[in-house]
């Protein structure tokens, strides 16, 4: 199985910090790659996948990157309501993988 | 618009069986893979299992193969896990998510249904 590794796993920033996540990948993936937000008590909601493709509706301050093993997911300036969860996920082999899960807090 | 509704959870024993469900709707289902997904208490996401759009190609984690099933009735619109020996870390949320077209992903969620294994 392919194991996906997040960094950090907690992040304390500011509003209008700039929050670089990593993924990284046990294997070369392509770009098989999606991030998710995810808040208390609600579904995943899905910002990017393809690793850089944005999904109709979420914020341009959100992108993604990265191709084969190592991708990120940056937020150019935080919001309040960006403060949650954040997850990658690998959909090139079964069976799909997501990673630890990063979470964004306010300092 | 896209809906989707899981059912079926609950309190139940460790070695029971219990059948969720996800009705459809908004959408074509017949034309899309559905998964299901699911999150233990204050833990992350887990992927447990997926169904092609025709019901023909299913996919299971490691964690779950043998012991849950899943399947799906496009004439109801309706996704289906069926889950034996149940075991208390198979406490969670349990999700469906609809895959997003040829891409590896899940563009729609339901809102999850709480299973919990306890004696």
């Known amino acids: 199985d392919i194991q996906m590794t997040q960094s950090p796993s907690f992040v304390s920033a500011f509003v209008g910090d700039r929050v670089t996540i990593t993924c990284r990948a046990s294997?070369?993936?392509?770009?098989?790659l999606a991030w998710y937000q995810q808040k208390p008590g609600r579904a995943p909601k899905l910002l990017i996948y393809a690793a850089s493709t944005l999904q109709p509706g979420v914020p341009s301050r959100f992108s993604g990157s990265g191709f084969g093993t190592d991708f990120t997911l940056t937020i150019s300036s935080l919001r309040p309501e960006d403060f949650a969860t954040y997850y990658c996920?690998?959909?090139?082999?079964?069976?799909?993988?997501f990673g630890q899960g990063t979470k964004v807090e306010i300092k | 618009q896209v809906q989707l509704v899981e059912s079926g959870g609950g309190v139940v024993q460790p070695g029971r069986s219990l059948r969720l469900s996800c009705a459809a709707s908004g959408f074509s289902f017949r034309s899309y893979g559905i998964h299901w997904v699911r999150q233990a208490p204050g833990k992350g996401l887990e992927w447990l299992a997926a169904?092609?759009?025709?019901?023909?190609?299913?996919y299971y984690a490691d964690s779950v193969k043998g012991r849950f099933t899943i399947s799906r009735d496009n004439s109801k619109n309706t996704l289906y896990l069926h889950m034996n020996s149940l075991r208390a870390d198979d406490t969670a949320i349990y999700y469906c998510?609809?895959?997003?077209?040829?891409?590896?992903?899940?563009?729609?969620w339901g809102q999850g249904t709480l299973v919990t294994v306890s004696s």
């Open positions: 996920q690998q959909a090139n082999f079964f069976p799909w993988t």
């Open positions: 294997q070369g993936i392509d770009n098989w």
């Open positions: 169904v092609s759009y025709d019901g023909s190609d299913k």
């Open positions: 998510a609809k895959e997003k077209e040829r891409v590896g992903t899940f563009d729609h």
